[in-house]
């Protein structure tokens, strides 16, 4: 029977950069995916541009897959702030402390950076972290419109900084810098997603094998429950076991404490990890609302506008005690599936976001139904006065900037890019994960994606995933080896 050193559950940001991290170090990986490869749509309108959007693809088709949601994000790769590892007060509860610092992720970020090539710079940015290293790349340029917005707010006084982007622009690179990116899939394989840069190198290495619309139906244990010892898994009508000396459950942050509830026992009666009723508890997010800066009456022409980034109200100030967050501008999104108003105004536009962080409590979360999930998701109370605080802030840099037309339109009020379902801490009480990713009580069984984070920080959470990732790639390898040795 075959046995592999890793089975990983999930090929998003957290699995296929963990498959990657331990092919290069030479360990045999079963990458299991429950989706498919993204293919483009058929019979549309349209198929001559550069990339198609997950609207157009259809939301039910497009995720699960190969990459997971990398394949349609917007490469924003960002370092989470050092106040992110910390206890921090926000305006309705805490931003819950890491059982590791920003020192001992920093390493991985810089690893991560180089295999996501990602373009940055740290000037204007009065939040940006130490690094040991510079960016890989310089800073995607900006263009035309946006590239006048930012000198108009520069004037005003206001710092302004790139946003670190994932992608394959250099001398012979993929990318054009196209205006189908934020939101959208990439015929050119310019996105650095996690298919591109570390899914395709790692099964290229031979030491990953990847297999596709395959469900894990539940982690399998030792008698004892003190090991895990494989999976179950289901491909059509057909149940196979695996067995590995290591199991990463990556299957996101709504998917991976159903993976850990299936897989009960009568040592883990209530699921893996959950002996305190943490798992699926303590979900937090980001809090977004939408400037739209309505530049004249012609539609704007198709350009790369994901470039900038305000981090000045990251942080508590004399002003307000609490953090506010980022503004960040966003790509030309797509808009099929919205009103012809909308996609009237929006065309003629340039889109910013504000994003916040949520607080979490034990109280926040999913409740499960036996082996489903309830569609009722409870959250803490969001920090409403945060969030719109930070957003006039925003209308008030774009109107001294020069910019008449700014409207403000809240697009989620909870829940975006959600972490924490199975949370790191010190504390099995109130954690799911030690400070390695392991599930407490366990030297074998992993969990790396959202779900592990105890909070979102303000920024996106795309790179730190990635960092985690090759952090416990390191820690896998390093348990092989021992093993190996004796």
Aim: charge should be positive.
């Amino acid at each position: 029977m075959e046995r592999y050193d890793c089975v990983i559950v999930g090929s998003g940001a957290s699995g296929g950069t963990l498959a990657y991290g331990l092919a290069r170090k030479g360990c045999r990986v079963l990458l299991v995916e429950s989706g498919d490869f993204v293919k483009p749509p058929v019979g549309q309108e349209g198929l001559d541009k550069i990339g198609f959007a997950q609207s157009e693809y259809g939301p039910s088709r497009s995720l699960p897959c190969v990459g997971g949601p990398t394949k349609f994000y917007g490469s924003a790769l960002y370092r989470f702030r050092e106040m992110d590892f910390e206890s921090t007060r926000l305006e309705t509860g805490e931003s819950a402390a890491w059982p590791l610092s920003y020192r001992d992720l920093e390493p991985y970020y810089a690893d991560a950076e180089i295999i996501y090539r990602v373009h940055g710079s740290i000037g204007g940015d009065p939040t940006e972290p130490p690094r040991t290293t510079p960016y890989p790349y310089p800073p995607i340029p900006h263009q035309g419109p946006i590239k006048s917005l930012v000198e108009r707010i520069e004037a005003t006084g206001v710092p302004v900084s790139h946003v670190p982007r994932g992608l394959d622009y250099q001398d012979g690179g993929k990318c054009v810098l196209c205006s189908t990116c934020d939101g959208y899939y990439c015929r050119l394989d310019a996105k650095m997603d996690a298919e591109i840069a570390c899914i395709r190198p790692a099964v290229a290495t031979g030491n990953v094998r990847l297999v596709t619309q395959t469900e894990c139906l539940r982690v399998l244990l030792s008698s004892d429950g003190k090991r895990a010892t494989g999976v179950l898994l289901r491909t059509g009508s057909s149940e196979s076991i695996v067995h590995a000396d290591v199991v990463a459950v990556c299957a996101g942050a709504m998917q991976t404490p159903l993976v850990l509830r299936r897989s009960r026992t009568n040592a883990h009666p209530e699921g893996i990890g959950n002996s305190y009723g943490c798992l699926g508890r303590y979900m937090c997010g980001h809090s977004a609302a939408w400037q739209v800066i309505v530049m004249g009456l012609k539609p704007l022409p198709p350009i790369h506008t994901k470039t900038f980034a305000i981090n000045s109200f990251y942080g508590p100030s004399d002003e307000w005690p609490y953090p506010q967050g980022v503004i960040q501008v966003a790509g030309q999104l797509p808009t099929y599936d919205q009103s012809a108003f909308v996609r009237t105004i929006v065309a003629r536009s340039i889109v910013t976001h504000c994003m916040t962080e949520e607080p979490s409590s034990k109280e926040s979360g999913l409740t499960f139904v036996g082996d489903e999930l309830s569609p009722h998701l409870t959250r803490a109370p969001l920090c409403k006065k945060s969030l719109t605080r930070l957003a006039k802030q925003a209308t008030r840099i774009f109107r001294r900037a020069g910019c008449k037309l700014v409207l403000t339109r809240r697009r989620r009020e909870m829940g975006w890019h959600g972490v924490g379902s199975a949370r790191m801490g010190i504390d099995p009480r109130s954690s799911v994960l030690d400070s390695r990713s392991r599930v407490h009580g366990f030297e074998n069984l992993y969990v790396v994606d959202s779900s592990a984070l105890p909070s979102p920080g303000a920024v996106n959470t795309g790179l730190t995933l990635m960092a985690l990732a090759l952090r416990a790639a390191d820690d896998i390898a390093g348990q092989r080896a021992a093993r190996v040795a004796q």
